[in-house]
């Protein structure tokens, strides 16, 4: 079962390679869905400072019934975060919220502060730097289990790099049919950085596309499915998010392989238009 597939991080931790996004999950509906999706099998759960959520994915996971360690909890340093002590003083904030002792991970959530997301040259190199730094310290003083970034471009990457005690272990960015960053990838891959995919399903914007569609009724299967294992195929952690159970079982029933050539097509299938998912208030700029 896909629930029992992993990746190891550059670290020796291992990360089940289906996670349960939990973007646009309200806080007071985060628990139900985080204890409906493990007990549904998933074992990899998402979150961020950014949702709002986090004190509702913690008590979702803390009475869920199955023991801690048998989870994988990750929430995201919240892009603003650009110096030690409020990175630091967020990363204690989430603990607290969430009730928890440790995460499995922490990751920078964006290299630029949300409001300035493709409006400005300015990558934060010294502040995304520092934020770095109070993940490293986090993680020395157990209170982590790995750390990464999101988000991230591979200058941001190796401007991290240049002078860090810990590599990142994961980059976590956009990645689907019609949007697959290659060179990103190839990049990461060749720096031992796992790529974890968010928004596969494209905002919903796959769910219209007919070439996609065709191929999915080839494997008879849904978009959904089709653009996870698409994803997963290509060796990333996949974070597919919902509040539905029906859609998170059958967003982990992924039993076929997309053949080689119909892969090929997949990754040359043109950009497709994210409607009104194109501007977020949370990225407060155009994606």
């Known amino acids: 079962m896909i629930f029992n597939e992993t990746f190891t991080l550059n670290n020796g931790v291992k990360i089940p390679k289906l996670a349960l996004g939990t973007w646009f999950i309200d806080d007071d509906k985060a628990a139900e869905a985080v204890r409906q999706a493990i007990k549904i ?14 004190r509702g994915v913690g008590e979702g996971v803390r009475s869920c019934g199955v023991p801690r360690e048998e989870l994988f909890i990750v929430s995201k340093v919240a ?15 989430t603990l607290a919220k969430m009730g928890l002792d440790y995460l499995d991970m922490m990751i920078i959530h964006s290299p ?72 990103l990838i190839d990049y990461c891959n060749s720096k031992g950085i796992i790529v974890e995919a968010y928004s596969p ?37 996949v974070l597919p998010k919902t509040a539905n159970p029906d859609h998170m079982r059958a967003n982990a029933d992924l039993g076929f392989t997309i053949s080689d050539e119909d892969m090929e097509t997949l990754k040359a299938i043109q950009p497709l238009d994210y409607g009104e998912a194109s501007y977020f208030p949370v990225y407060g700029g155009k994606l």
Not at 41 to 53: E, K, L, V
Not at 154 to 176: F, G, S, T, Y
């Open 201 to 237: 399903v494209a905002y919903g914007a796959a769910l219209g596309n007919p070439a996609i569609k065709e191929i999915a009724d080839k494997y008879g299967v849904s978009v959904p499915q089709l653009c996870i294992k698409y994803d997963l195929q290509l060796d990333l952690v």
């Open 79 to 93: 892009a603003e975060h650009k110096d030690y002590d409020s990175a630091m003083k967020s990363i204690d904030e």
């Open 41 to 54: 099998g998933y074992r990899h759960i998402d979150t961020a400072q950014a949702y709002g959520n986090e």
């Open 112 to 183: 630029q502060p949300w409001m300035e997301v493709n409006q400005s040259d300015d990558r934060y190199y010294q502040g995304n730097k520092v934020a770095w730094r109070a993940l490293e310290d986090a993680l020395e003083a157990g209170k982590l289990r790995a750390i990464g970034v999101s988000n991230f471009l591979e200058q941001d990457i190796e401007n991290i790099l240049e002078d860090c005690r810990v590599k990142p272990m994961v980059n976590q960015i956009l990645a689907h049919i019609s949007n697959t960053p290659f060179d």
